[in-house]
């Protein structure tokens, strides 16, 4: 039997439907937007995991291309190959809200698939398949702490609107992405134009009051026709076990973490556990898995201890103080702009690259084929972390982190019209201990205006933590990477010294409310001028030009009738110019063109060759050309490259001529000047009249 219910959500009405397909999945349903439609499915394997200590979910988002009314354009004419970016992305939006409400020790395998069925071209999909993952997973037998909903919230031209047609998010000062139970957010993901916290607070929270009725339609959803969930029991722990090695610890935890060294505290939490489980002996040995979950959660409780009951952080750091920082620029010679951040014990390297519109990323996506004129790629290599592995290519955490970074610096950039170049970053991570994401933003920055990219105004970036028990909250400022792992928020916020231009919230507990997210936004504001004041001492605007081997771009315009000229049969013209001058020429239908060359030589020359082709003749000017063919009344001289024109017999000389062949011949040089350009385009020419003139 078929279950529908249905809200307002924003302009549109929003449809949840289940019973209908995929009945053999634990959770289905079919989430309706306008004629925007996702199925989103979850299954959970009935058997545990045996010795996996956290939760073994995955969740996969699909865009088929028939749901545009389109074939893919690859060879295979098939959905194929690894996931787009904005797949990937939208994944790791369906996950980070819903993994903090599985219940804990929870160790089945579980999959949350959604996929795209038809895409109206306004309403983005995205939304659609967070909403439908949690409405999946209330109608299952999975247990699991919703329902929780989600909303785009833009602000265009001053209001707030919800989820608004795609056409209209590029116009909006604020697009973020919220999700929220009916009492708090879980979490938000998004950018804006240098917009002020309040602002973004007000948006936060209006997206939130919009997704409650989201809610109520899952509830009632699950009443009619909700699975009973199944039954449940976390891991039973051994206390008595678990107070042993607590008592044969004693003060030594405390005193490993306390070592302010991220590979120092490391290596003395390490040999403490061997030490442990040599204490133990034999039943250490035999329970050799039981005795690190402790370990760890004694550590977890050791760290949160510290900061709620003793004031204190793992490093000796003051609640909001922010680590060492330390920026150079121009630290490589040939890239086109380089730059080497260091805060504490994370460091990246920002490289910059700038290239024609040719190096534009084009790419198809459900919407048609987009141009992207901006990429920022984001390398974790396991050495910054001090591990061996395998190198392979960027992981979903390495597109995630690449997003935010995009996001951050984006709205700073120039317009295209003004700094007609694109631009690649590049970060490559070489040590991290907190937010090497926050790190490519702040070299990023350096590494723009290191090579003459007229950035609007500069943009730093922090991470912010949060401790909470009870009442008793703590938030942190420029959080290490133990202090993430053992805290309960990673919220990062980007800016400049006006204010924010992206930010990403996750937690790991049920909910945050508008009071602590205002604090961790306004401690995130005063740690992001700090860092803007460091990235500002190392270089204070951006470089007046850019570097010698940056291709230097040359804009003409030309008649567009000359186009075909320029390109040749088949194009042959326009890449013998290409190669023989070392150039690359972009030419659109308006006469433009675009030479991208490595010197001024080559430029010039690409210049004078295309001039060459497209100059038209002018009345009263003088040419030299080229006889190509003589008849009994004139001879035909041809002034520019395709250009002919009649020198008539009476205009051969000074004197009079009886036959043409007596003063020019096929192949002969002349210098002649125009005298007419009639509306036929016939043009006539006269060598008299250079003669007459002296010239």
Do not use: W
Request: net charge negative; aromatic share 4%; with cysteine.
């Amino acid at each position: 039997m078929e279950h529908i219910v249905d809200t307002q959500l924003g302009d549109e009405r929003i449809v949840i439907s289940t019973g209908k397909v995929a009945k053999q999945a634990s959770g289905a349903v079919v989430v309706r937007y306008g004629e925007t439609v996702v199925l989103v499915t979850v299954v959970a394997a009935q058997e545990p995991l045996t010795g996996t200590d956290f939760l073994p979910l995955t969740v996969e988002y699909q865009e088929k291309i028939y749901a545009a009314g389109r074939i893919p354009g690859n060879y295979f004419r098939r959905e194929v190959g690894r996931p787009s970016e904005k797949e990937i992305l939208t994944s790791r939006l369906i996950d980070r809200p819903i993994r903090p409400l599985f219940p804990k020790g929870f160790a089945c395998e579980t999959q949350v698939i959604a996929t795209v069925l038809s895409m109206d071209q306004v309403h983005d999909p995205d939304i659609l398949a967070m909403i439908g993952a949690s409405a999946a997973l209330e109608i299952s037998d999975i247990p699991f702490n919703g329902p929780i909903a989600s909303c785009r919230v833009c602000r265009i031209d001053g209001a707030l609107v919800i989820n608004p047609p795609m056409n209209l998010e590029a116009k909006s000062d604020i697009n973020i992405i919220i999700a929220g139970s009916k009492t708090g957010v879980v979490m938000v993901e998004g950018g804006s134009r240098e917009v002020a916290e309040a602002d973004m607070l007000e948006a936060i929270f209006f997206g939130h009051e919009a997704l409650k009725p989201v809610i109520d339609i899952q509830e009632t959803l699950k009443q009619a026709c909700g699975k009973p969930k199944r039954s449940f029991d976390p891991p039973k722990k051994d206390e008595a076990f678990a107070e042993t090695i607590r008592k044969a610890i004693g003060d030594r935890l405390k005193q490993a973490i306390l070592i302010p060294g991220k590979m120092d505290r490391h290596t003395a939490l390490r040999r403490l556990k061997a030490d442990l489980l040599s204490e133990l002996g034999e039943e250490g040995l035999m329970r050799k898995e039981e005795v690190a979950a402790v370990f760890d959660d004694l550590k977890k409780e050791t760290c949160r201890h510290l900061i709620l009951k003793e004031g204190k952080r793992i490093d000796g750091r003051n609640f909001d103080e922010i680590r060492p920082i330390t920026c150079e620029v121009g630290i490589l010679p040939r890239p086109h702009g380089s730059a080497l951040f260091t805060r504490g014990e994370t460091q990246v390297l920002g490289v910059l690259t700038l290239g024609s519109s040719q190096d534009e990323q084009r790419i198809e996506t459900l919407s048609g084929e987009e141009s992207r004129p901006f990429m920022l790629h984001y390398n974790f290599p396991p050495f910054s972390v001090g591990e061996v592995k395998r190198l392979g290519g960027p992981s979903r955490r390495d597109i995630g982190h690449g997003g935010l970074s995009t996001r951050a610096l984006e709205s700073v950039l120039p317009d295209k019209k003004d700094f007609d170049y694109t631009i690649r970053l590049v970060s490559e991570v070489l040590e991290s201990n907190g937010s090497s994401s926050m790190g490519t933003v702040c070299a990023g920055t350096l590494a723009l205006m290191d090579g003459g990219v007229p950035i609007k105004a500069p943009v730093a970036g922090i991470a912010m933590g949060l401790v909470k028990e009870g009442d008793q909250v703590v938030i942190l400022s420029d959080i290490l990477g133990d202090e993430d792992h053992t805290g309960d928020m990673d919220f990062k916020v980007t800016g400049t010294s006006t204010g924010i231009t992206a930010l990403q919230m996750d937690i790991k507990i049920l909910e945050l409310d508008r009071g602590i997210l205002e604090r961790a936004l306004n401690q995130a504001r005063e740690g992001r001028l700090h860092i803007l004041g460091k990235l500002l001492e190392c270089i204070d605007k951006p470089r007046a030009r850019i570097s010698p081997y940056a291709p230097a771009i040359t804009t003409i315009k030309i008649n567009p009738d000359k186009i075909r000229d320029i390109i040749g049969p088949g194009g042959k013209m326009i890449r013998s110019i290409q190669s023989e001058t070392n150039t690359r020429i972009e030419i659109d239908d308006s006469g433009t063109v675009k030479i991208a060359a490595l010197n001024k030589e080559d430029g010039e020359a690409a210049i004078k060759r295309i001039n060459g082709l497209t100059m038209e003749a002018e009345v009263g000017k003088v040419y030299e050309g080229t006889v190509v063919r003589v008849t009994d009344f004139g001879a035909f001289v041809q002034i520019l490259p395709g250009t002919d024109g009649l020198v008539h017999i009476s205009q051969l000389s000074t004197r009079r001529v009886t036959h043409v062949s007596d003063v020019v011949k096929e192949g002969d040089k002349i210098k002649v000047k125009v005298l007419e350009i009639q509306k036929d385009g016939k043009i006539r020419l006269s060598h008299k009249a250079v003669l007459e003139e002296g010239l």
